[in-house]
């Protein structure tokens, strides 16, 4: 089976062809700010964006006649629970006029299915931010004017807690229960139970472990005084919590590899940080351990940081007394989007409907 896959970012869409699950082509596009300087929002690079995967394929010499399906990045819809889902019209109307949050994974379905509806072949979307398998009372929060939102790396979890589930216990995902931590530019610790993520930290504002990035929980009393001083715009806060906090905050930087380079020649206040977001992750597993009752099958790490050997130990050092710590570094997003739409296309799962 042959399939596209296509996963739009904010300066690049990255594309690849897959034959069943091996890639016979790969590319990433990138966009220059002044390329995207005449689109006002991220909707409007629509046509900008296919015709550039159009000819990506048409100078490697790609028929979209070879292609079984075209599988896109899942964007920012309303939570539902995790799987493929064939692109519909009340998919593409909710990414259209429902969006909250503007971002470029919101252009994958309309991409995938734009190319995809001239061949007459499926498209799909894969286990998108949203998903939202977590149990009532995990969604309660200390005040009833809010409840706890889920915002995580599901494509990357729920695809490596799959390949942990055949490649080391020879079962399927479903029938297991992980602790799985994403460590990247955002930080998620997801309990699995038995195919769900039954409760995970919003990743995205304000909730979990800091990141290269992002604030995580901070103390709420500051935090309401800050925005009431007078000094600070929302605009600025929102910055603080997202995009300009965590290790960027603390050190100017948003570069793990800087931080943990900084540590190893002697810099002990890039030291000092870097081991606090590393505690806070493995106070955040043992966390999520406790919503399985303790009955965890393996700790899964995974993320861009988990290439870093050096936090990865101070992490397993303080959670190996839980379960054993598997690592897979890296997000491989265009395999995990790939393997989603095959497991459609050879009759392992039906395609789920979004409505």
């Not at 590393?278 to 399985?292: D, F, H, N, R």
Request: proline share 3%; glycine share 10%; hydrophobic share 40%.
């Amino acid at each position: 089976m042959k399939q596209l896959i296509i996963n739009p970012g904010s300066t690049s869409t990255k594309i690849a062809v897959f034959d069943d699950e091996n890639m016979i082509f790969e590319k990433t596009i990138r966009h220059t700010n002044e390329e995207l300087s005449p689109f006002n929002r991220v909707s409007d690079q629509f046509q900008f964006r296919k015709d550039m995967i159009i000819e990506a394929l048409r100078e490697n010499k790609i028929s979209l006649n070879e292609l079984d399906a075209v599988v896109g990045r899942g964007g920012l819809i309303k939570p539902v629970e995790g799987g493929t889902y064939a692109v519909n019209d009340k998919l593409i109307e909710d990414l259209k006029t429902n969006v909250k949050v503007e971002h470029a994974s919101n252009l994958g379905a309309p991409l995938a299915r734009s190319i995809a509806g001239e061949v007459n072949i499926p498209s799909f979307i894969v286990d998108p931010v949203v998903v939202d398998e977590m149990e009532d009372v995990a969604r309660i929060s200390g005040h009833p004017d809010f409840e706890r939102i889920c915002i995580w790396h599901a494509l990357n979890q729920r695809a490596v807690a799959r390949r942990a589930a055949i490649e080391k216990f020879g079962k399927k995902y479903e029938e297991l229960n992980f602790v799985v931590a994403h460590l990247g530019g955002g930080i998620s610790i997801g309990a699995h139970k038995k195919g769900k993520a039954i409760d995970v930290n919003n990743a995205l504002n304000g909730e979990g472990p800091f990141s290269p990035e992002r604030s995580g929980s901070l103390p709420l009393g500051q935090l309401v005084k800050m925005c009431f001083s007078g000094k600070y715009s929302e605009s600025h806060i929102n910055k603080m919590i997202v995009g300009k906090g965590g290790i960027s905050a603390h050190l100017g930087t948003n570069s793990a590899k800087e931080v943990s380079d900084r540590a190893k020649a002697g810099d002990e206040k890039a030291r000092l940080i870097y081991s606090a977001m590393a505690y806070q992750i493995a106070k955040a597993i043992g966390e999520y351990a406790v919503v399985l009752d303790g009955d965890v099958d393996a700790i899964l790490i995974t993320g861009g940081i988990a290439y870093d050997n050096e936090l990865v130990q101070m992490i397993e050092d303080k959670v190996k007394f839980i379960a054993k710590v598997i690592v897979y570094p890296g997000e491989d997003e265009l395999l995990a989007l790939a393997q989603g739409g095959l497991r459609v296309l050879n009759g392992i799962e039906e395609p789920k409907r979004y409505i």
